[in-house]
């Protein structure tokens, strides 16, 4: 697994382990911590082997199949993912996001491995015509380099497979993943302001900022906030070894497949607020703020193909995921505090 020790591939990994697969983590730290090893292992009781090293670097990623000949597929996190960063930067994220994937497509074949499952997102969508999304929405042009390397990915790996290259892929288009495991041992790490909601929310609720601020109460929505389809990152995971065990044991005639996960529920940022205070009974200090530039108005998922074909669907209610976001706040601030 690319991207192991980060947000989403740490949650993965528990459920991977916990259904009985043996990972190793290819990861060079850029935005993850060694720590998160001890929080998997207090959770599952197994260290899952981990690799320091950079995806860009071809020779590494030869090294790592040399090294594990029994890997059998790859889950591929390793990204850069700041949105706004990726305007800044756009070469880093190209060459990171872009590299990284063409040199595993380009070693898998060599090395036996036959799928890889590569991590997506709705903002292929854009601001999309309906809602709920389907995975036959038109793909509107990407408003940053960090959506434009979603795009292009997906490409990339549809051109390969249409080669010919004799490998597997499930594409996973991802909606707002939110929330952490419910032992608080693993979740999202911080990385200096947050830009995301749920991790300002959940500062703010801890004192840390002041101040959470509402982007726009003024859109074409019933309370005036945007709109987007909150999932639980367990129930992202889960869909993860869903979609390895399918690639693995060709349960899947197509060699391509494109899933969205999302809960099939829209909710707005008010909303969020809301059940967050309801949930944890903390009140969460907000203001009404301008419109943040380039954000999406409403965008939620229509789950279904997900649901019917992988036997899939995001259980956990939005209460439970924000209690769980609030004790990976708490279990922080502890550490901080130690
Ligand atoms: P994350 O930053 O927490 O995890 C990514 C991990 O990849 C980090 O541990 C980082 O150190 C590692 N990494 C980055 N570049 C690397 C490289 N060249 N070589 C080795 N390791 C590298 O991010 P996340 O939220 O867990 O996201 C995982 C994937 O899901 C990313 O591809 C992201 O674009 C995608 N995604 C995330 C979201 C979201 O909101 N979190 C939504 C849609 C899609
Ligand atoms: C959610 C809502 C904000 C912060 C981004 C990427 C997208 C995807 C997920 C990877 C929006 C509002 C936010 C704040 C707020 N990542 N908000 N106050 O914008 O849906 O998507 O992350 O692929 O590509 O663009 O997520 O969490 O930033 O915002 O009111 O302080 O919360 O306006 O409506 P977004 P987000």
Known sequence: ?????????????????Q????VVIIDNLSNSNIEVLDGIERITGIRPDFVKADCTDMAAVEKLFVEYPGIKGIINFAASKAVGESMQKPLLYYRNNLNTLMNLLDAMPRHGVKGIVFSSSCTVYGEPDENPVTEQAPIKKATSPY????????????DVINSGAPIKSVILRYFNPVGAHPSAEI?????????NLVPFLTQTAAGIRPMLSVFGDDYNTPDGSCIRDYINVVDLAKAHVIAVERMLEDKSEAPIEIFNLGTGTGLSVLELIAAFERATGVKVPHKIAARRPGDIEKVWANPKYANEVLGWRAETPIDDTMRSAWAWQQHLG????A
Request: charged share 15%; glycine share 18%; no cysteine.
């Open 19 to 22: 259904a009985g697969y043996s």
């Open 334 to 337: 502890a550490l901080r505090k």
């Open 187 to 195: 979740g999202e790490l911080p990385n200096g302001v947050p830009q």
């Open 147 to 158: 959506g434009n390397t979603k795009q292009i990915s997906e490409e990339i790996i549809t």
């Open 1 to 17: 697994m690319t991207g192991g020790t980060g947000y989403i591939g740490s949650h993965t990994v528990v459920e991977l382990q």
